[in-house]
């Protein structure tokens, strides 16, 4: 019997263990930061940019560029990326919103990049809506489109779901950050230990403007069926798109991705006069002998 009270007690020490390592360390389980000194130049090949610093009330720095097409914009799209590396990669996919005519605005998280401050899902959240706010002071709010890409979709739904921009766009989303890590840690309480747990399908809920979502139907990382969950939260304002093959992080390397783009932020969102169409048409059953 002892033997078994101690074998007990060994496994719920590794579990409690494993528990307070994972609260501790998942900052560096989840984001990949990549770091540049404060004098870095940035050089994007043939985009016209300027690099901007918001300072914020507890002392932090968030840095980031403006990419700006050629003759005058049509919008601003705030582009909130994944989480790794910094917007010095980033950058040369702004060039998927300049050629339509869209000033893009990315930014790096806290810790990234040139970005300074100590990282928290309220923070990064807080640092999001102070950017928003400065960009309403240069483009009309009904010309911002926001773009999440992968973890960045939660934080664009929840910035969406407090604004009234153009458009919401979400790029290989997840329903939530908890669902996505319990995939791969099924026995830990998650719910208690996760401190971003970014429920963007609670987020949806509230967003009052057009969304689409984009995800590649072999997504391993996040699958796609977790954007056919989320498109049926909001369902009357969203749109699912699929690209036919696409993984996590290739999107950009099929044409049907910058073809749904382009649909996207050119076409005019027109109201569906219902009474013209076959929606209250039944099927008829077939009559039995």
Partial sequence: MAYWWSTIGLVLAIYVGISIALYYLQDYMLFKPEKLPKDFQFNYENQE??????ETRDGAT????????????????????GNSKSIKG???????FTRLGYNVLMGDYRGFGKSTGKRSQKAIKRDLQVIYNKMKELTPEENIIVYGRSLGSGFAAKLASTNNPRLLILDA?????????????PFMPLSVLMKYPLPTYKWLKYVQ???????????RLIPFKSSVKLAQVNPKLTKLHAVLGGGHKN?????????MLQDILESEVKDIDLSTTSINVIHSAKKSK
């Avoid at 940019?49 to 918001?54: G, I, M, P, R, T």
């Avoid at 950050?177 to 791969?184: G, S």
């Avoid at 403007?209 to 997504?219: F, L, Q």
């Fill in 90 to 96: 980033w950058g040369k996919f702004a060039v998927d």
């Fill in 209 to 219: 403007c057009p969304i689409h979502i984009i995800h590649g139907t072999k997504d």
């Fill in 62 to 81: 968030i840095n980031g560029v403006l990419f700006k097409p050629k003759g005058k914009p049509k919008g601003t799209v705030l582009y909130l990326k």
């Fill in 49 to 54: 940019f300027k690099e901007y610093n918001l």
């Fill in 173 to 185: 989303p997840y329903y939530s950050l908890t669902k996505v890590t319990v995939r791969y840690m």
């Fill in 251 to 259: 999107l950009n390397n099929f044409e049907s991705y910058h073809k």
